[in-house]
T-cell receptor, first 117, second 111 residues
Framework: GAVVSQHPSWVICKSGTSVKIECRSL??????MFWYRQFPKQSLMLMAT?????????EQGVEKDKFLINHASLTLSTLTVTSAHPEDSSFYIC?????????????FGQGTRLTVV | GDSVTQMEGPVTLSEEAFLTINCTYT??????LFWYVQYPGEGLQLLLK?????DKGSNKGFEATYRKETTSFHLEKGSVQVSDSAVYFC??????????FGPGTRLSVLP
C-alpha cells in the first residue's frame, strides 16, 4: 500500500513555543489530507481537512489560528501548533488520499506524540 | 451525521480464544467500512476493509462482513494471539470524505 510519513514521531516543547509536524505522501499524490487528534484512550477526532492549494476546512471547535495547516504541494502538509500549552499535549495523526478517481482509501501516518511542558 | 458505534471494552481473552468485536454504523448512502489497528505508541494500520454490501474483508486471520441490512461490520478472529493485543477501530468513509471512527476497543490477550 501507499506510504505516508509523519515527522517527528514525538516531540517535547516548552509552553509558549510553536511546533511543526510534517506529513508526506511518499509514493502518491495526496490531493486531500486530514489531521486528527487523539486523546489518551480515546478515538480519533478530525481537526481539519485540507485540499492541495486551498485553505484548510476546520471542524467546529478547532481554533484555526492555533492549529495552522498548510498544504502547499501534493506530497506535503504541515500542522503547526502555535503557542503550545500543556492542554495541547496529544497524539496527532495525519492521513492522505489521492482524491482523483474512485479510490476512497486514505493512508495514515505513524502519528506524532506532542508533549508540552 | 455519519457515526460508528463499537463495543468499547476492554476485552480480555486467553490465547487461542475466539474474538468478536461488534461494530454498527449510521450513514447516508453506501460507505466503505474499515477496521484499523493501533499498537501501543504507534499510528493506525489498516487491518481490513469492505467497500460494498456482503463484501468480506480479511487479513491476518481477522475477517469482517459488510452487512447492510443490519448496518454492521463485526470483526472476528478464530484464535487470537498475544501479539494481537492492541486497540481496534471501526471506521467508515463516505464517498472519499473524512473517516469517521468508532471509540476503539482495547484488546488484551493473555498467554
Amino acid at each position: 500500500g501507499a506510504v505516508v510519513s509523519q515527522h517527528p514521531s514525538w516531540v517535547i516543547c516548552k509552553s509558549g513555543t510553536s511546533v511543526k509536524i510534517e506529513c508526506r505522501s511518499l509514493d502518491f499524490q495526496a490531493t486531500t489530507m486530514f489531521w486528527y487528534r487523539q486523546f489518551p484512550k480515546q478515538s480519533l477526532m478530525l481537526m481539519a481537512t485540507s485540499n492541495e492549494g486551498s485553505k484548510a476546512t476546520y471542524e467546529q471547535g478547532v481554533e484555526k489560528d492555533k492549529f495552522l495547516i498548510n498544504h502547499a504541494s501534493l506530497t506535503l502538509s504541515t500542522l503547526t501548533v502555535t503557542s503550545a500549552h500543556p492542554e495541547d499535549s496529544s497524539f496527532y495523526i495525519c492521513s492522505a488520499r489521492d482524491g482523483r478517481g474512485q479510490n476512497t482509501e486514505a493512508f495514515f501516518g505513524q502519528g506524532t506524540r506532542l508533549t508540552v511542558v | 451525521g455519519d457515526s460508528v458505534t463499537q463495543m468499547e471494552g476492554p476485552v480480555t481473552l486467553s490465547e487461542e480464544a475466539f474474538l468478536t468485536i461488534n461494530c454498527t454504523y449510521t450513514a447516508t448512502g453506501y460507505p466503505s467500512l474499515f477496521w484499523y489497528v493501533q499498537y501501543p505508541g504507534e499510528g493506525l494500520q489498516l487491518l481490513l476493509k469492505a467497500t460494498k454490501a456482503d463484501d468480506k474483508g480479511s487479513n491476518k486471520g481477522f475477517e469482517a462482513t459488510y452487512r447492510k441490512e443490519t448496518t454492521s461490520f463485526h470483526l472476528e478472529k478464530g484464535s487470537v494471539q498475544v501479539s494481537d493485543s492492541a486497540v481496534y477501530f471501526c471506521a467508515l468513509n463516505n464517498y472519499g470524505q473524512n473517516f469517521v471512527f468508532g471509540p476503539g476497543t482495547r484488546l488484551s490477550v493473555l498467554p
